[in-house]
């Protein structure tokens, strides 16, 4: 029997181990932490209205669900040529007859980085959020900062939605406890017009939000350097803040970009739209890990990695059975975003027809509660999944 080892254990790498052992193949999952975390929902782990264990599920509940096989080790190497994975324990995994890459993307890293906690970033950093915003409200005052960073070679690889959620949520929080006034809160970004490849629409709105709000915005100059007490950028500027949260855009993996696979200029594995690789056959990249193929404002999002992993799975199948029909991820190439502000929320779309925003009052914002529940039942196989869901 064919077996398949998959590096990484968050939405995509979950996603074609369920797929996967739906067609009967043996599966090892390799995650560096014994739980899927779901990021999308962990916006609201700043604000307490969720924990970190509300947003995680453990990984060893889904491989006993599911019939795959679970292994709780970082991966220190991998050769692609030998297809050969080392992993922090000493243990060396070489006998699989296909690997999925999934282990994300590193980061970008900007000089004072240790200044600032991210909300896409390691899960404990969320928790950090949650600590110093608590300790600003003791104080009943503060300036906080949030913002998101761009990668040149890759549109892609940049996520802003989160930020504007963990801000908007924070106007929320502070708002309901009356000491909204008491604190100044500012958006910076280095692009000149963030959030743009949601389309016009969805700008204009986020603009009025940012007035209606009160929230001050700099925007379109570099980061210089983060500080203790703040934001340095290269035009001399400067944001006061006691509190920076800053999502760093995406680059290559370290294990990928030493792995000797193809890689793009950002250091992303490059694929073609089935996620094969030139080169490496029964070697398979996903999620944040590949370099997304599609016009400039595509974007890497859990749905995006999902489809690129059920597209796998069946892919792997058909090879395996030798029959000759793919799936690729071209068609399913879209933003869709329901961004949380706390009270309310905003459908937001993208494809290539243009976008499009939805407002929806506090509708919205429980609808996204609905979908985290959702999600965690529907990998647990306590419910059935929704397509396309």
């Known amino acids: 029997m064919s077996s398949v080892l998959i590096l990484g254990g968050g939405f995509a790498g979950v996603e074609a181990a369920i797929h996967l052992r739906k067609q009967k193949i043996e599966v090892t999952l390799v995650s560096d932490r014994d739980y899927f975390y779901i990021y999308p929902i962990s916006i609201w782990i700043p604000t307490g209205e969720v924990t970190k264990e509300d947003v995680s599920v453990p990984l060893d509940q889904l491989a006993m669900k599911h019939g795959f096989q679970l292994i709780v080790d970082a991966v220190t190497s991998f050769d692609a040529h030998r297809k050969k994975v080392v992993l922090q324990s000493g243990r060396v995994l070489n006998e699989y007859d296909y690997i999925v890459v999934a282990l994300g993307q590193g980061k970008i890293q900007h000089k004072g980085m240790e200044h600032t906690l991210s909300i896409c970033g390691k899960p404990e950093e969320a928790t950090g959020l949650y600590e110093r915003l608590d300790a600003l409200i003791l104080k009943n005052a503060g300036k906080i900062a949030i913002g998101f960073g761009g990668n040149a070679k890759d549109s892609s690889a940049v996520r802003g939605g989160p930020a504007f959620e963990v801000l908007f949520n924070i106007d929320t929080y502070l708002t309901k406890k009356g000491i909204?006034?008491?604190?100044?809160?500012?958006?910076?970004?280095?692009?000149?017009?963030?959030?743009?490849?949601?389309?016009?629409?969805?700008?204009?709105?986020?603009?009025?939000?940012?007035?209606?709000?009160?929230?001050?915005?700099?925007?379109?100059?570099?980061?210089?350097?983060?500080?203790?007490?703040?934001?340095?950028?290269?035009?001399?500027?400067?944001?006061?803040?006691?509190?920076?949260?800053?999502?760093?855009?995406?680059?290559?993996?370290?294990?990928?970009?030493?792995?000797?696979?193809?890689?793009?200029?950002?250091?992303?594995?490059?694929?073609?739209?089935?996620?094969?690789?030139?080169?490496?056959?029964?070697?398979?990249?996903?999620?944040?890990?590949?370099?997304?193929?599609?016009?400039?404002?595509?974007?890497?999002?859990?749905?995006?990695?999902?489809?690129?992993?059920?597209?796998?799975?069946?892919?792997?199948?058909?090879?395996?059975?030798?029959?000759?029909?793919?799936?690729?991820?071209?068609?399913?190439?879209?933003?869709?975003?329901?961004?949380?502000?706390?009270?309310?929320?905003?459908?937001?779309?993208?494809?290539?027809?243009?976008?499009?925003?939805?407002?929806?009052?506090?509708?919205?914002?429980?609808?996204?509660?609905?979908?985290?529940?959702?999600?965690?039942?529907?990998?647990?196989?306590?419910?059935?999944?929704?397509?396309?869901?």
């Open 180 to 389: 909204r006034e008491n604190f100044e809160l500012t958006f910076f970004a280095p692009m000149e017009k963030p959030g743009q490849k949601m389309g016009d629409k969805a700008l204009a709105m986020l603009n009025k939000m940012f007035k209606v709000s009160n929230i001050h915005k700099q925007i379109g100059v570099k980061i210089k350097q983060f500080v203790e007490d703040g934001i340095e950028f290269e035009d001399g500027t400067k944001i006061e803040s006691d509190l920076t949260m800053f999502i760093s855009a995406g680059t290559g993996h370290n294990i990928t970009t030493s792995s000797g696979l193809p890689l793009s200029d950002a250091g992303f594995v490059v694929t073609n739209e089935y996620n094969e690789i030139e080169g490496f056959e029964d070697i398979y990249a996903i999620g944040d890990s590949a370099s997304l193929l599609g016009p400039e404002w595509r974007a890497k999002q859990g749905h995006v990695a999902e489809v690129m992993a059920k597209n796998v799975a069946y892919n792997i199948f058909n090879a395996i059975q030798n029959i000759d029909s793919k799936k690729s991820y071209m068609d399913h190439l879209k933003i869709l975003c329901v961004m949380d502000t706390g009270n309310g929320a905003a459908f937001v779309s993208r494809d290539n027809n243009g976008g499009k925003i939805i407002p929806m009052p506090i509708v919205g914002h429980w609808i996204k509660k609905g979908w985290g529940w959702y999600c965690k039942n529907s990998k647990l196989g306590k419910i059935p999944r929704i397509p396309g869901m």
